[in-house]
């Protein structure tokens, strides 16, 4: 299975390919420059691998929570693709990217929203499976200061810091374009759609990630 991978929920686009089980990456040396780097970066993983985009079997693409215009920008991409060559797109929520891997029992991922705003949602890990225990929600700082539980966090350096100096069990996370490929090869009966008039990005409330 060859599939293409987009990671644009944040100001810096990722993109990645996973052929068999060799996988490449290619990121965006600009920030807020997902509308033009994504045609490109596209087209040079593929042709690095001696693909063209007819090989691809599905999209793997970030569905958010995130910036407002890379999600958007990403999901319309993505969708172009799909219908051109009649493959699927598989959404994954860059919560479920953040938490993949995950050790601990219960772990809450954080997102930063703007001011003291956040993202949060809560997981459970039984028997190996990890699994949603809460919906997402937006959370104010004051409300993530009182958790007492090991926590992701993805955002800003300093506010990452300014958590960390209140001495939560908190760590910081970089998303990844390879985390979004794996949880769609290991779930893509599942989370595959063709359904594409529907797909739209998942906003939690109506901020995004700064």
Do not use: W
């Not at 599939?3 to 100001?11: A, C, K, V, Y």
């Not at 033009?36 to 087209?43: D, Q, V």
């Not at 910036?67 to 219908?83: D, N």
């Not at 929600?137 to 506010?159: A, D």
Request: hydrophobic fraction near 40%.
């Amino acid at each position: 299975m060859i599939l293409l991978g987009i990671e644009s929920s944040s100001r810096k686009l990722s993109v990645g390919l996973m052929k068999d089980k060799i996988f490449s990456e290619l990121s965006s040396e600009k920030i807020n420059d997902t509308a033009n780097s994504l045609p490109i970066l596209s087209k040079q993983i593929i042709n690095k691998a001696l693909l063209s985009f007819e090989d691809l079997n599905a999209i793997c693409i970030s569905a958010g929570p995130g910036s407002f215009t890379g999600l958007r920008i990403g999901m319309s991409y993505a969708k172009g693709i799909a219908l051109a060559l009649n493959i699927p797109i598989v959404p994954i929520s860059t919560f479920d990217s953040l938490a993949h891997d995950n050790t601990v029992k219960k772990l809450s991922v954080l997102i930063y929203s703007h001011g003291n705003t956040f993202y949060i949602c809560e997981y459970n890990l039984d028997n190996g499976k990890l699994s949603k225990s809460t919906e997402p929600k937006v959370i104010l700082k004051e409300n993530v200061l009182k958790l007492s539980h090991n926590i992701v966090f993805n955002g800003p350096q300093n506010i990452f810091e300014d958590l960390k100096a209140h001495n939560l069990k908190i760590e910081f996370k970089e998303l990844s374009v390879e985390n979004i490929i794996k949880i769609s090869q290991k779930n893509f009966r599942l989370l595959k759609t063709k359904s594409l008039d529907n797909l739209v990005p998942e906003y939690v409330g109506n901020f995004e990630v700064k």
